[in-house]
């Protein structure tokens, strides 16, 4: 490898990848700040995310590169990408096509609030 391609490289070297190669992604509206979801990546997916400037995700459910919004049309387009100071962490802040970023149709995949009930908790919408 040449030196120019370890340094282009050294980004990716810098992230703590877990046992099976990924990283958890939590991916935040650009505007508004909300939290839309949590997800994967890994080398190839957050290499992707930065060259194509969309969010492209690592499925764990299909062991396959998942470029967000492919069959939904719900693109998330990176405004910017944060790792954490433990290195084990990317925050990227999106701006979320149709504010739609839940495969459920919800504007983010935290819509159930647990509130306490008599009964015990429960999860609500």
């Given at each position: 490898?040449?030196?120019?391609?370890?340094?282009?490289?050294?980004?990716?070297?810098?992230?703590?990848?877990?046992?099976?190669?990924?990283?958890?992604?939590?991916?935040?509206?650009?505007d508004t700040g909300d939290v839309l979801m949590m997800a994967?990546?890994?080398?190839?997916?957050?290499?992707?995310?930065?060259?194509?400037?969309?969010?492209?995700?690592?499925?764990?459910?299909?062991?396959?590169?998942?470029?967000?919004?492919?069959?939904?049309?719900?693109?998330?387009?990176?405004?910017?990408?944060?790792?954490?100071?433990?290195?084990?962490?990317i925050l990227i802040k999106v701006d979320q096509k149709d504010?739609?970023?839940?495969?459920?149709?919800?504007?983010?995949?935290?819509?159930?609030?647990?509130?306490?009930?008599?009964?015990?908790?429960?999860?609500?919408?």
């Amino acid at each position: 490898m040449s030196d120019k391609n370890a340094q282009s490289n050294n980004w990716l070297d810098q992230v703590t990848w877990n046992e099976q190669g990924l990283v958890a992604v939590i991916a935040q509206e650009f505007d508004t700040g909300d939290v839309l979801m949590m997800a994967w990546m890994n080398r190839e997916s957050l290499q992707l995310t930065l060259e194509k400037g969309e969010a492209v995700y690592w499925s764990r459910s299909r062991k396959n590169i998942w470029h967000k919004g492919e069959e939904s049309g719900h693109v998330q387009t990176v405004k910017s990408i944060h790792l954490d100071c433990d290195g084990d962490t990317i925050l990227i802040k999106v701006d979320q096509k149709d504010r739609i970023a839940c495969h459920t149709g919800e504007h983010s995949c935290f819509f159930l609030d647990l509130e306490k009930t008599p009964n015990g908790p429960v999860w609500k919408k």
